[in-house]
Structure formats: structure tokens, C-alpha cells
């Protein structure tokens, strides 16, 4: 019965009564008889409980019964289902991965994505959070019950840059998984009301087409390597051996293309404080096999003043022509090889000739995995 927890105390009294009565050998008196009548009277006037009432379990969640019967729910057909899926796709792709230098922070896969039904949103604890945040009635929850919007769940596999590892705890790689709330009406935009869930089972999956730059390099090493050789050729660095060879010009402009490897924006580099500690951080873990590549002062000391305002805006414009000859984006093709224990990178020129090279030594750091780099030791043009 729904109500024993309130009868048990009044029935275990009459039974006490009873009891001792009987233990004396006298019959019960009419007292004990009214006392009965009177627990089963109480008994029957107890109301139901409403579901406000009814008992939580131990995590507090209220039952399942608090909340609307799923078979209520709006239903939608199997077109608006992929229409949704492929919309919330969409958008994680541009708010996700095609923003401003956003998709050389990492590397992503794999992506695909489904609807989640109300129902099972009420019968996963963690979904169930997700979508009940806010005032009742504005909650996902309500929004997806109503069928004003449906949840998409975006999964994809994703591997970060290694810069990446250096400015901080970053998600997991591997299997991830976001929530994205999909408006019927499509003149709304979607909206990502979760952050990355891991679905990692098991070992990391391996990406396709990873490429070593050269023997003896991991990926990570690899990767790091072409983004160096990248940023020296787009700042126009031609002959030197140390970062203290270059003009203002050049340091700015290779500050400006390296930084965005590590997630910097441009804009950092017209506040003189952020510029001495991010700078020093970029130019230790590119040019030095030191490990204190956080807070140090070795390239610019505190007394360095920062780029004025008037020489930034000089630097910026003449970005676009400032490159070493040859140099062609993402589509430079580069010749990597071992000369001794130093990496030599060639550019490959249009017409098939080197132009410039850049010899590096390797650094095999504290966790290989990630902060293993190679570091550039000298600069030197070809033409």
C-alpha cells in the first residue's frame, strides 16, 4: 500500500497495546477496541500522494512519473529528423571548426550526427541535466516535449595540435560528442547547450592520412615541424641562426603567423605584457631545447617597450608580401631529411627548385607524446 509509511506507526502502537493486554490474560477492553477503530478510520482518510510528494532516489532526481508522458510528446518524420541532423552538423562545422584559424587548433573526423527523442532524454541521467537547466516551461526539455526544437547529438573524433598542449588542460582526444538544440523554425539559429562528451572506448582510433615529416619523428613532432617551417617562410625569415638575427618586422611578422598555431589572436601583440610573455613562450619552444618555456624572459626582457601601434599597422599591411619566394600556403611542398643529427626542411619552389632551408635538432622532452619537438637552430636562402 502507497501510505505505510504513515499507517506503520499508528498499527505497531495498537499491536503494542494488544500485546500487553494479551500478555495479562485480559481481554482487549473496549478502549483498545476504539483505539483500532480509530488507526483503521486514519488508515482510510489518508489522500494519495501527489507526485510533488512521492519519495526521490538517491541522487535527489525526481521520478520519472514527475515528468510528461513521453507518448505525448510531439513526433516529427523521418525527413525532419535528417534535416535537423544535418543542420546541427552545419553548424558545429562553422562555429566549431571554420572560424578564425579555429581549424588549425585541431585536427577533426569523423563526424556525424542523430536525433535524440524526448524519451531519451528523461532516462539518461546525463542528458537529463543537460536539458533541464533553466526555468520550467523554457527548459530544452519543455522545448523538445513541445516540438518546438529537437536535440542533435554531434559526435566526431578529434585530435589537438600540439601547440595546443602548451597553452593549457585542453578536452580529451578521441571519440567526443556535443548536444546542439535544433529550432523547428529555420529562420532560428542552433544553439550548443552542452560542452565535448568523451565516447572514448578503448584505444584511440587512428586517423587517416597522418603523415611522418621524417624518420625517427612522431606525429606530434611532425606536425609541430611543418607549422615552424610554415611560419618562417610566410615572415620572409631568410638567414639567421637565433630569433636575435631578426628586424622588429620580422619577429612581429613571425609572432603574428606562429602565434595562431598556439591560439593566439593577433591582437595580443599590441599589449607589450602579453606580447614579452607569449613571445618568449613561442620563441623557447621554437628555437631553444629548454623546458622552462613558461614566464622566462630570454628573447624580451621587461624593459622591451612592444610594438608601437603606428609600426603595427605598418608590419600588418605589408604581411601579404613579405614571404619567402616560392612560398605557397598550405600547398608549399617541403623536402625533409636527416643531415647528421640536424633535420634539414627545403622548400620546394614553383619551377622545382629549393629557395631557403631551415635545419632543426630534436628535443625529446619530458612527455614524448606531446611536447617532444624539433627546435630550429639556423635559416638559410637557397637562391
Same mark, same amino acid.
Given at each position: 500500500?502507497?501510505?505505510?509509511?504513515?499507517?506503520?506507526?499508528?498499527?505497531? $502502537?495498537?499491536?503494542?497495546?494488544?500485546?500487553?493486554?494479551?500478555?495479562?490474560?485480559?481481554? =482487549?477492553?473496549?478502549?483498545?477496541?476504539?483505539?483500532?477503530?480509530?488507526?483503521?478510520?486514519? *488508515?482510510?482518510?489518508?489522500?494519495?500522494?501527489?507526485?510533488?510528494?512521492?519519495?526521490?532516489?538517491?541522487?535527489?532526481?525526481?521520478?520519472?512519473?514527475?515528468?510528461?508522458? =513521453?507518448?505525448?510528446?510531439?513526433?516529427?518524420?523521418?525527413?525532419?529528423?535528417?534535416?535537423?541532423?544535418?543542420?546541427?552538423?552545419?553548424?558545429?562545422?562553422?562555429?566549431?571548426?571554420?572560424?578564425?584559424?579555429?581549424?588549425?587548433?585541431?585536427?577533426?573526423?569523423?563526424?556525424?550526427?542523430?536525433?535524440?527523442?524526448? *524519451?531519451?532524454?528523461?532516462?539518461?541521467?546525463?542528458?537529463?541535466?543537460?536539458?533541464?537547466?533553466?526555468?520550467?516551461?523554457?527548459?530544452?526539455?519543455?522545448?523538445?516535449?513541445?516540438?518546438?526544437? $529537437?536535440?542533435?547529438?554531434?559526435?566526431?573524433?578529434?585530435?589537438?595540435?600540439?601547440?595546443?598542449?602548451?597553452?593549457? =588542460?585542453?578536452?580529451?582526444?578521441?571519440?567526443?560528442?556535443?548536444?546542439?538544440?535544433?529550432?523547428?523554425?529555420?529562420?532560428?539559429?542552433?544553439?550548443?547547450?552542452?560542452?565535448?562528451?568523451?565516447?572514448?572506448?578503448?584505444?584511440?582510433?587512428?586517423?587517416?592520412?597522418?603523415?611522418?615529416?621524417?624518420?625517427?619523428?612522431?606525429?606530434?613532432?611532425?606536425?609541430?615541424?611543418?607549422?615552424?617551417?610554415?611560419?618562417?617562410?610566410?615572415?620572409?625569415?631568410?638567414?639567421?641562426?637565433?630569433?636575435?638575427?631578426?628586424?622588429?618586422?620580422?619577429?612581429?611578422?613571425?609572432?603574428?603567423?606562429?602565434?595562431?598555431?598556439?591560439?593566439?589572436?593577433?591582437?595580443?601583440?599590441?599589449?607589450?605584457?602579453? +606580447?614579452?610573455?607569449?613571445?618568449?613562450?613561442?620563441?623557447?619552444?621554437?628555437?631553444? +631545447?629548454?623546458?622552462?618555456?613558461?614566464?622566462?624572459?630570454?628573447?624580451?626582457?621587461?624593459?622591451?617597450?612592444?610594438?608601437?601601434?603606428?609600426?603595427? *599597422?605598418?608590419?600588418?599591411?605589408?604581411?601579404?608580401?613579405?614571404?619567402?619566394?616560392?612560398?605557397?600556403?598550405?600547398?608549399?611542398?617541403?623536402?625533409?631529411?636527416?643531415?647528421?643529427?640536424?633535420?634539414?626542411?627545403? $622548400?620546394?619552389?614553383?619551377?622545382?627548385?629549393?629557395?631557403?632551408?631551415?635545419?632543426?635538432?630534436?628535443?625529446?622532452?619530458?612527455?614524448?607524446?606531446?611536447?617532444?619537438?624539433?627546435?630550429?637552430?639556423?635559416?638559410? =636562402? $637557397?637562391?
Amino acid at each position: 500500500m502507497r501510505n505505510n509509511s504513515v499507517v506503520h506507526p499508528i498499527l505497531l $502502537l495498537v499491536a503494542s497495546c494488544l500485546l500487553l493486554l494479551a500478555g495479562c490474560g485480559t481481554a =482487549p477492553s473496549s478502549a483498545a477496541l476504539s483505539e483500532e477503530a480509530a488507526a483503521r478510520t486514519a *488508515e482510510e482518510a489518508v489522500p494519495e500522494a501527489t507526485p510533488e510528494e512521492q519519495e526521490t532516489d538517491d541522487a535527489g532526481q525526481t521520478a520519472e512519473t514527475s515528468f510528461p508522458d =513521453p507518448a505525448g510528446a510531439a513526433t516529427f518524420s523521418y525527413a525532419q529528423y535528417e534535416e535537423a541532423a544535418l543542420r546541427a552538423q552545419q553548424y558545429w562545422y562553422a562555429d566549431m571548426t571554420t572560424g578564425e584559424m579555429a581549424h588549425r587548433y585541431a585536427l577533426v573526423d569523423s563526424v556525424a550526427a542523430s536525433v535524440v527523442p524526448y *524519451e531519451s532524454c528523461i532516462y539518461n541521467d546525463q542528458l537529463l541535466r543537460i536539458v533541464s537547466y533553466g526555468e520550467e516551461g523554457e527548459r530544452a526539455l519543455d522545448r523538445i516535449y513541445a516540438g518546438t526544437d $529537437l536535440l542533435v547529438e554531434v559526435h566526431f573524433y578529434v585530435e589537438y595540435q600540439p601547440e595546443r598542449y602548451y597553452q593549457g =588542460p585542453q578536452y580529451g582526444d578521441g571519440l567526443t560528442a556535443v548536444y546542439i538544440l535544433v529550432p523547428m523554425d529555420t529562420t532560428q539559429p542552433c544553439e550548443v547547450i552542452s560542452g565535448w562528451y568523451s565516447s572514448q572506448i578503448g584505444e584511440k582510433m587512428p586517423r587517416p592520412g597522418q603523415t611522418l615529416m621524417a624518420e625517427g619523428l612522431t606525429i606530434y613532432q611532425s606536425r609541430m615541424l611543418l607549422h615552424q617551417c610554415r611560419a618562417m617562410a610566410a615572415a620572409g625569415l631568410r638567414e639567421f641562426t637565433s630569433p636575435s638575427d631578426w628586424t622588429e618586422e620580422e619577429l612581429y611578422r613571425y609572432l603574428y603567423y606562429r602565434g595562431q598555431d598556439f591560439g593566439i589572436e593577433a591582437d595580443i601583440w599590441q599589449n607589450a605584457m602579453s +606580447a614579452i610573455s607569449y613571445g618568449n613562450r613561442i620563441l623557447t619552444i621554437d628555437f631553444t +631545447a629548454e623546458n622552462d618555456w613558461s614566464g622566462n624572459q630570454r628573447f624580451l626582457s621587461a624593459e622591451w617597450p612592444g610594438f608601437t601601434a603606428e609600426n603595427i *599597422e605598418t608590419y600588418t599591411a605589408n604581411l601579404g608580401s613579405g614571404a619567402v619566394p616560392g612560398y605557397n600556403g598550405l600547398h608549399t611542398g617541403w623536402q625533409i631529411g636527416w643531415d647528421g643529427d640536424e633535420l634539414v626542411a627545403k $622548400l620546394n619552389g614553383d619551377e622545382g627548385y629549393s629557395a631557403q632551408e631551415y635545419r632543426f635538432r630534436l628535443y625529446d622532452g619530458f612527455f614524448a607524446a606531446w611536447d617532444g619537438r624539433t627546435y630550429c637552430v639556423e635559416g638559410r =636562402p $637557397l637562391d
